[in-house]
């Protein structure tokens, strides 16, 4: 199982829609988790940080299930400038690297 | 926020050539940076893990003699790739921890074109 696993989309959604990305994770004892977003030929920003159950801002909510082992980011009212790839990142034991997800691709349309 | 800049932007050399990126952090000081490659529509791929003062961790299957890391300041990491081939050709990214803070910084990344 790969450390750190993704929807891989694309997710070609109508502006105003409500999506969600998932992503799976095999070290059980991570206890952080982070959200990136990555629009062509530029470095991942952070979107958001999970430390416990869950986190929102604005129309983003990104959600942890501890038990099963993944995360989950919802974003509703989809604007045009969602379209990007959104990473799932989390850290090793100890975060003393980071993990990547393959990343999901969302195409948010007119 | 905490900047990160990298050098060159984008560079072009011949196949047998090397190559140096550097990596700042403008800001802040980072004892830990991080490089990553990322070949198209592929994800970022972690290539090893430096910290200052000391030799960097690379993961495996890169190149420790052909991917030259130097972590020898708080602000600044390099990373020369060395007898450059064209499928070296990629995106290089690194990113540094804040020793303070502990968040980790993203540079706007190196485009590199082996010829």
């Known amino acids: 199982r790969k450390e750190v696993e993704q929807d891989p989309g694309p997710f070609n959604v109508p502006e105003g829609a409500t999506v969600a990305f998932n992503c799976t994770y095999s070290?059980?004892?991570?206890?952080?988790f982070f959200w990136y977003r990555q629009d062509c030929r530029k470095e991942p920003k952070l979107l958001m940080s999970v430390y416990s159950s869950g986190n929102e801002d604005g129309r983003f909510t990104a959600q942890l299930n501890r038990a099963s082992q993944y995360i989950s980011l919802l974003i509703r009212d989809s604007k045009l400038s969602d379209s990007a790839t959104y990473l799932c990142v989390v850290p090793n034991t100890g975060g003393f690297k980071t993990i990547f997800g393959a990343g999901t691709r969302l195409f948010v349309k007119a | 926020g905490a900047v990160v800049s990298q050098h060159p932007s984008w560079v072009i050399c011949k196949s047998g050539t090397s190559v140096k990126i550097e990596c700042r952090s403008l800001?802040?000081?980072?004892?830990?940076m991080f490089w990553y490659r990322q070949f198209p529509k592929q994800s970022l791929m972690l290539m090893a893990t430096?910290?200052?003062?000391?030799?960097?961790?690379?993961e495996q299957g890169v190149e420790k003699d052909k991917f030259l890391i130097n972590h020898a300041s708080l602000t600044l990491s390099t990373l020369t790739v060395t007898s450059a081939h064209p499928e070296d050709s990629s995106f290089y990214i690194c990113?540094?921890?804040?020793?303070?803070?502990?968040?980790?910084?993203f540079g706007p990344g190196t485009r590199l074109t082996v010829t």
């Open positions: 800001d802040f000081q980072a004892t830990t």
């Open positions: 990113s540094a921890r804040d020793r303070v803070a502990y968040e980790q910084y």
């Open positions: 430096s910290n200052e003062g000391s030799k960097a961790t690379y």
């Open positions: 070290n059980s004892a991570s206890q952080s």
